[in-house]
């Protein structure tokens, strides 16, 4: 290769994941921290892969949407309370929901150049732990104190608090933009689709009952995978919970229809609950990803290789907010199609699809969405096949890294070459997609 070619990418396999349960917000894992989670995870994946000598693999990348302070530094700082080598290079990143893909696309992207052959990926979120903001108003008079001149100025400046500015900053899940909250975004998503097919609004693939019976449907998939013990090897008992502890093996669409809509019940016909959407959840979840050559150099089997991937971005501001097509979870729709282009496939070349199921109307609506944009119908035999987020819970940035390697093992149980796609909606307009495939 002369000095001015361009080095030639290398196919990057997925060797395997390691995840804690999952748990709901306020429950066990209340009082464990972002970086609790993530080294248990990634302590794990050591145990399991026999990671622990020097520099056996070249970094670790991994995020958290809701950081404090001292989850600065975050991926590095885990590395270090870890049985990693602690000589290995971490960073961190975010992008909302999408976080834990994207880590997983910035190491595969490192390992396809030759930078690194081996990189481990993955995020932590607790919905538990959340930072809780100074009051802004505080904030300033202590600011005005600092820069005071004299002690006479410090105390005139301290002298301005008030009972009120005690009072902290809570954090809403809402968009800065809008102001709304993502499910009620959702439920604006969900109007326009349902009033599209079905000019009452009642009927077609966005109604109550659609929805009801994609998350009973989740539930029980992702118990039957447990039953069968398809997680053993990827999920690490953590703080008493060796499950996902919002599994309900249970829940049928009948159950699930008897819940009151909680998103858009100002409008007429609400359809979404607390059923048919994803609740605030604790954890963390890596994946260890290389080369093909460290994999047969260690008699490991890749799973399966990460082949494509691609982001967008939606204006959800002008679009959502004004009733448009242009939803605040729904660049999927427009990735998607475009990576597809882009690799020469269509849907029917996928054996299984992985859509991260915020909330069963968006998953639905993305559906639609491709098939709007000329794609086949997706095969609901082939739809999140191990359950998704709306029966395991969404630690916002671990989700990504969960889907990876829930995927690839899926993949690797079949016969013969096959493909899996993934799909992830972010906050802030934003997708984030991928292709798996095992050869």
Same mark, same amino acid.
């Given at each position: 290769?002369?000095?001015?070619?361009?080095?030639?990418?290398?196919?990057?396999?997925?060797?395997?994941?390691?995840?804690?349960?999952?748990?709901?917000?306020?429950?066990?894992?209340?009082? /464990?921290?972002?970086?609790?989670?993530?080294?248990?995870?990634?302590?794990?994946?050591?145990?399991?892969?026999?990671?622990?000598?020097?520099?056996?693999?070249?970094?670790? *990348?991994?995020?958290?949407? !809701?950081?404090?302070?001292?989850?600065?530094?975050?991926?590095?700082?885990?590395?270090?309370?870890?049985?990693?080598?602690?000589?290995?290079?971490?960073?961190?990143?975010?992008?909302?929901?999408?976080?834990?893909?994207?880590?997983?696309?910035?190491?595969?992207?490192?390992?396809?150049?030759?930078?690194?052959?081996?990189?481990?990926?993955?995020?932590?979120?607790?919905?538990?732990?959340?930072?809780?903001?100074?009051?802004?108003?505080?904030?300033?008079? !202590?600011?005005?104190?600092?820069?005071?001149?004299?002690?006479?100025?410090?105390?005139?400046?301290?002298?301005?608090?008030?009972?009120?500015?005690?009072?902290?900053?809570?954090?809403?899940?809402?968009?800065?933009?809008?102001?709304?909250?993502?499910?009620?975004?959702? %439920?604006?998503? %969900?109007?326009?689709?349902?009033?599209?097919?079905?000019?009452?609004?009642?009927?077609?693939?966005?109604?109550?009952?659609?929805?009801?019976?994609?998350?009973?449907?989740?539930?029980?998939?992702?118990?039957?995978?447990?039953?069968?013990?398809?997680?053993?090897?990827?999920? *690490?008992?953590?703080?008493?919970?060796?499950?996902?502890?919002? !599994?309900?093996?249970?829940?049928?669409?009948?159950?699930?229809?008897?819940?009151?809509?909680?998103?858009?019940?100002?409008?007429?016909?609400?359809?979404?609950?607390?059923?048919?959407?994803?609740?605030?959840?604790?954890?963390?979840?890596?994946?260890?990803?290389?080369?093909?050559?460290?994999?047969?150099?260690?008699?490991?089997?890749?799973?399966?290789?990460?082949? %494509?991937?691609?982001?967008?971005?939606?204006?959800?501001?002008?679009?959502?907010?004004?009733?448009?097509?242009?939803?605040?979870?729904?660049?999927?729709?427009?990735?998607?199609?475009?990576?597809?282009?882009?690799?020469?496939?269509?849907?029917?070349?996928?054996?299984?699809?992985?859509?991260?199921?915020?909330?069963?109307?968006?998953?639905?609506?993305?559906?639609?969405?491709?098939?709007?944009?000329?794609?086949?119908?997706?095969?609901?035999?082939?739809?999140?096949?191990?359950?998704?987020?709306?029966?395991?819970?969404?630690?916002?940035?671990?989700?990504?890294?969960?889907?990876?390697?829930?995927? /690839?093992?899926?993949?690797?149980?079949?016969?013969?070459?096959?493909?899996?796609?993934?799909?992830?909606?972010?906050?802030?307009?934003?997708?984030?997609?991928?292709?798996?495939?095992?050869?």
């Amino acid at each position: 290769m002369s000095p001015l070619e361009p080095p030639r990418a290398r196919r990057v396999a997925v060797i395997g994941g390691t995840r804690i349960p999952f748990a709901r917000s306020d429950g066990p894992y209340a009082t /464990a921290s972002n970086q609790d989670m993530l080294t248990a995870a990634l302590d794990g994946l050591v145990d399991r892969y026999g990671l622990h000598g020097p520099g056996a693999v070249g970094e670790f *990348v991994a995020g958290a949407v !809701l950081k404090h302070s001292r989850d600065f530094n975050l991926a590095r700082e885990t590395v270090l309370g870890s049985t990693l080598d602690p000589r290995t290079p971490a960073y961190d990143i975010q992008q909302a929901c999408g976080t834990g893909l994207q880590a997983v696309i910035a190491a595969a992207n490192k390992i396809a150049l030759g930078q690194t052959e081996a990189a481990v990926a993955g995020g932590a979120d607790t919905a538990s732990d959340v930072p809780l903001g100074v009051n802004d108003g505080l904030r300033r008079l !202590l600011l005005q104190a600092r820069r005071a001149k004299s002690a006479g100025a410090r105390l005139k400046a301290l002298a301005k608090v008030r009972p009120g500015h005690l009072v902290p900053e809570i954090p809403r899940n809402a968009e800065p933009r809008t102001g709304l909250s993502m499910g009620e975004h959702a %439920a604006v998503t %969900a109007r326009v689709f349902s009033e599209r097919s079905a000019p009452s609004g009642l009927g077609g693939p966005l109604s109550r009952a659609a929805q009801d019976e994609l998350a009973a449907t989740s539930h029980q998939r992702l118990a039957a995978a447990y039953e069968r013990g398809f997680f053993q090897d990827l999920v *690490v008992p953590f703080r008493g919970l060796a499950r996902d502890q919002n !599994l309900r093996p249970g829940s049928t669409p009948e159950k699930l229809a008897a819940l009151k809509p909680v998103f858009g019940p100002a409008h007429p016909d609400p359809t979404m609950t607390a059923g048919n959407s994803t609740p605030l959840t604790d954890g963390a979840a890596v994946v260890l990803l290389a080369s093909e050559e460290w994999a047969r150099q260690r008699d490991l089997v890749p799973l399966a290789c990460l082949t %494509a991937y691609e982001t967008a971005a939606v204006d959800f501001v002008r679009g959502d907010v004004a009733g448009g097509e242009d939803g605040l979870l729904m660049a999927p729709a427009h990735a998607v199609p475009r990576m597809l282009e882009r690799a020469g496939l269509g849907m029917a070349d996928f054996a299984l699809v992985e859509i991260h199921e915020a909330f069963a109307s968006q998953v639905l609506a993305t559906l639609a969405a491709w098939e709007e944009r000329g794609l086949a119908p997706v095969d609901r035999a082939r739809l999140n096949v191990a359950g998704s987020s709306l029966a395991t819970g969404h630690p916002f940035a671990a989700t990504g890294a969960r889907i990876v390697a829930t995927l /690839a093992k899926l993949l690797a149980e079949r016969e013969g070459p096959a493909r899996g796609l993934i799909s992830v909606c972010a906050a802030g307009g934003q997708g984030v997609t991928a292709i798996l495939e095992r050869t």
